[in-house]
């Protein structure tokens, strides 16, 4: 697209002329549900702060992380700049010299866009914008963008759009719908009808976005109470994203669930059933990946989904190895599992792409129980899937049954619901001593006698 067809230039009231690039934000984005535009590829600056005695390494690191998510979104980093602030500016989050200095760059690169690392408040977006002539969106915007490409199922549709809602609704600008470039704020005239309008609009599509997700999560419900009242316990693969979740799912339980190296491809939960040496059977789920400062709107809309975590028998938590932060990494993965009520639930370190680590040292003094594995050549799968089976087996109670011979098959689920410690016989049939989880003992209630 030629250069007259994605921008239009006005004058800034602050220090010359700056140009109205149409972004994420700007006419093109509109309703479609992008906050990144995909007609062309933005061209993207990238801005930083490193706050109070935070450590400067890691802003950059962040920023590292913030360019692939611009790239998966499909946009290209032309540029960055990082701050060091005590605390966020009330108006523009960065200082006025910061401004200016961040208005000279775009204009050096012809950036569309400026994308901030950290949260900006609708007052602080729209002052950015209107002094840099520009969209100036922030993390969270490019998360939810790279959200919306990628969900392919009903429910995570509909789990996408309703974050998108929930943050934009606070950011409606009078006189143009959802357009950030548009009007001004805090002002009434013609445009407050139509502004109240988009409003109400917005809230009425929350609601219905809401309520058919409370029917989803009560089909979901359904399906968890039939779960827990079977012998298979559930277990969760869970991990930052691209850790290789679901390449590990597929190596497990030889299946094809897509695999792609970039971040958030997996979105809606995939279940597989897999036997545990000692043959007990489980539900193995790959659930979506985890991110630091993951936007609280996407935390909330995803709770449904999320719940197969929280209600699991076991976390395999998968950390990239040969990534460049492991440690920070799994600390951001723990906080979300503690936000979505799920930091109780037994975890299972799993450090992944053994393949891609030699010459390195391998991060197993973090946990002395991690497995290392690789999901790509399946080094140390039996070890995870050992791993597993003593986990889940430590988790159970111990309870004495009394089976009669006639009755083998209530042995052969025992033998498969838990994990067999000791077994006598005497006139009658067999006595056995077993670890089971609450609900396969419940299960076998008629033949538990101690």
């Given amino acids: 697209m030629g250069d007259n067809g994605r921008r239009s230039r006005r004058r800034s009231g602050h220090g010359g002329e700056a140009e109205t690039h149409r972004g994420g934000f700007g006419t093109h984005g509109g309703e479609s549900g992008a906050f990144i535009e995909r007609v062309f590829r933005e061209k993207i600056v990238l801005v930083g702060v490193t706050l109070g005695g935070a450590d400067p390494d890691r802003t950059e690191a962040d920023l590292d992380e913030l360019s692939q998510l611009i ?156 779960r827990r009242q079977s012998a298979q316990s559930a277990v969760a693969i869970v991990g930052y994203t691209n850790a290789g979740k679901s390449r590990l799912l597929n190596r497990l339980t030889d299946s094809d669930v897509l695999v792609q190296n970039r971040l958030f491809a997996t979105l809606d939960a995939a279940t597989r059933r897999l036997e545990l040496p000692g043959g007990e059977r489980v539900l193995l789920t790959d659930t979506v990946g985890f991110i630091q400062k993951l936007p609280h709107q996407l935390v909330e809309a995803f709770r449904s989904t999320l719940s197969v975590v929280a209600e699991a028998d076991l976390l395999v938590h998968v950390v990239d190895a040969a990534g460049p932060d492991p440690d920070a990494h799994i600390a951001a993965v723990r906080q979300v599992l503690r936000e979505i009520g799920a930091g109780a639930v037994p975890e299972l370190l799993v450090y992944n792409k053994s393949d891609l680590m030699a010459g390195r040292d391998i991060p197993l003094g973090a946990d002395k129980d991690a497995v290392m594995v690789s999901a790509a050549t399946g080094e140390g799968t039996d070890k995870l899937l050992a791993a597993m089976a003593d986990e889940l087996r430590s988790s159970g109670i111990i309870v004495e049954l009394h089976v009669p011979y006639a009755r083998g098959e209530v042995l052969a689920a025992v033998q498969r619901a838990g994990h067999v410690l000791a077994t006598d016989t005497d006139d009658v049939g067999y006595r056995i001593q077993a670890r089971l989880d609450e609900a396969s003992a419940s299960r076998l209630s008629e033949w538990v006698i101690g």
């Avoid at 998360?143 to 759009?161: C, P, T």
């Avoid at 109240?196 to 009425?204: K, L, M, N, P, T």
């Fill in 71 to 226: 790239d998966t979104a499909g946009a290209d980093e032309v540029g960055r700049l990082v701050q060091r602030r005590k605390a966020p500016d009330p108006s523009t989050f960065i200082g006025k010299g910061k401004v200016d200095e961040i208005l000279e760059v775009c204009q050096g690169v012809d950036a569309d866009t400026v994308v901030f690392d950290d949260e900006l408040s609708p007052a602080q977006q729209f002052n950015l914008e209107k002094i840099l002539g520009r969209t100036a969106i922030d993390r969270t915007a490019v998360i939810l963008d790279i959200f919306a490409q990628n969900a392919s199922s009903q429910e995570g549709q509909a789990q996408v759009e309703l974050a998108q809602l929930r943050y934009r609704l606070p950011r409606l600008r009078r006189g143009g719908g959802f357009s950030q470039q548009a009007g001004g704020i805090g002002t009434r005239g013609p445009g407050e009808t139509q502004l109240e309008v988009d409003r109400r609009r917005i809230q009425r599509r929350i609601h219905k976005l809401e309520a058919q997700l409370r029917d989803i999560a009560k089909n979901r419900n359904v399906q968890s109470r039939s």
